[in-house]
């Protein structure tokens, strides 16, 4: 089947900036796939709903592109969390790193930390990074601190007093430090994180649960309305497990959902479903994945790299939770990338150790014709599960010479009129562009 008309539901990770930033993202990025492939690319603006609720908490755009020989349109949905991470963020900072500590130290003598440190360390060695340059920064304030308080004492203030200024000091100056390296350390924003995620998996986030419901809701809904041949729900980083609580949810409303209408898959990328997934509390969160697991009207791929901290690499998301799926497993796929095979060298080496650049490389443009290229799995005419059965065959459709294209037609099972050397179809509802 030859995808003329895909629905792509994304599910952003933990990430404040929300809509407008991750539009220009899209854009941009767009751009640049387009001149990759030498392909003819447009792209509305962003629309919301007309009322109610969900208004608020999503916005769509459309996306047109042709090539030689196919033309396909995406409606593309961006599901909204940046209200509900605005509001953990706004939290006053003693109160960020009370909790944080609390919640970390949990998480080791709880054996949840050693579980993260045996599936992947240079994830636990992420996350213990914020609690590590804490106890950097407050050895020098109390450093300081401690100077100032004994330099009160040499002038002859009394040494309760000049204990109580050194410790206002040092309160002072770590929130000083804490606020002004923020943007370069993300130190408040990763333990926010921790927090949501530790909060998020003992069921003690119900707002963050009632918008998933209404996720699953909408869903369920476009799947019995949509003329799409493929929807395809998108998780990225922490949208991964977000993403999966979406459809096993719109399962559980609609047991059929995958039987009727278009083919639904789930997209995870850069996952890091353990943050949930390993702790013991998370009874219903492993059920879901089961059910993911071994529902076969649907299909799972799941798309990680090593380079990517911030993600579980190598994981299995079902086995990796000690689930036992039974014989009627069928999913996830797993699919490795390697981040230096899409991007052009000298660019890869400028950003390799910049990890959150690192891991929005997932949903970011590549700069080399490859099997793995997220604009393509969005844009192009070819079903992800056949752009990962046959990766050659669909890189080819873009990159080949004209007869290789008619061959990788054929090998796709495609019929003859998608073929390149027929007219193009296109869609008969245009996308409207602002």
């Known amino acids: 089947m030859r995808v003329d008309h895909r629905h792509v539901i994304y599910v952003q990770g933990y990430d404040p900036r929300g809509l407008s930033q991750y539009y220009r993202m899209f854009r941009t990025e ?23 609720e969900f208004a608020a908490e999503s916005a769509s755009w459309c996306i047109e592109t042709t090539g030689q020989g196919w033309h396909t349109r995406t409606d593309y949905e961006f599901l909204r969390w940046e209200d509900l991470i605005q509001r953990d963020l706004a939290w006053p900072v003693w109160k960020t790193l009370a909790y944080a500590i609390a919640i970390y ?32 920064e407050a050895i020098w304030c109390a450093a300081v601190a401690w100077g100032f308080g004994w330099g009160l004492q040499w002038l002859g203030i009394h040494s ?4 109580m200024a050194a410790t206002a000091l040092f309160v002072a100056a770590l929130g000083t430090l804490l606020k002004a390296t923020e943007q370069r350390s993300y130190l408040l924003y990763l333990m926010s994180d921790t927090i949501f995620t530790w909060q998020f998996s003992h069921g003690q986030r119900p707002e963050w649960d009632a918008r998933i419901d209404r996720f699953a809701q909408h869903l369920v809904e476009v799947a019995q309305s949509s003329a799409a041949q493929e929807i395809v729900l998108v998780g990225h980083s922490s949208g991964s497990f ?4 979406i459809l096993a ?25 353990p943050i949930v997934g390993f702790h013991a509390a998370a009874t219903g969160f492993r059920d879901h994945l089961r059910l993911l697991a071994t529902e076969p009207s649907i299909e799972w791929i799941d798309v990680q790299s090593r380079k990517d901290v911030m993600n579980f690499f190598p994981f299995d998301p ?33 950003f390799r150790w910049k990890f959150f650049r690192v891991h929005f490389q997932f949903v970011m443009a590549n700069e080399r014709p490859h099997t793995y290229d997220f604009y393509m799995i969005v844009c192009g005419p070819v079903l992800l599960t056949e752009r990962f059965s046959q990766p050659e065959a669909a890189l080819a459709l873009v990159t080949g ?11 796709l099972g495609l019929d003859a009129e ?7 179809r296109r869609n008969t509802e245009a996308c409207r562009h602002g």
């Open 105 to 136: 130290w949990r998480l080791v003598f709880s054996g949840t930390m050693g579980r993260f440190w045996a599936a992947h360390w240079r994830f636990a060695t992420f996350i213990s990074y914020p609690h590590i340059l804490l106890l950097n």
């Open 249 to 273: 949810r719109a399962l559980e409303l609609d047991p059929d959902l995958g039987r009727h209408g278009p083919r639904i898959v789930l997209l995870t990328l850069g996952g890091n479903m």
């Open 418 to 424: 998608a073929r390149p050397d027929f007219p193009v």
């Open 318 to 350: 079902v086995t990796g939770h000690r689930i036992d799926a039974g014989p009627n497993r069928r999913n996830p796929t797993i699919v490795p990338v390697r981040f230096r095979e899409i991007v052009q060298p000298d660019h890869y080496n400028r």
């Open 401 to 411: 010479a004209p007869s290789t294209r008619r061959s990788a037609w054929d090998q």
């Open 242 to 245: 977000l993403g999966s609580e």
């Open 30 to 52: 767009l751009r640049k796939f387009g001149h990759l492939y030498d392909l003819a690319t447009t792209v509305s603006r962003p629309n919301r709903p007309p009322d109610g």
């Open 160 to 163: 309760f007093l000049a204990a």
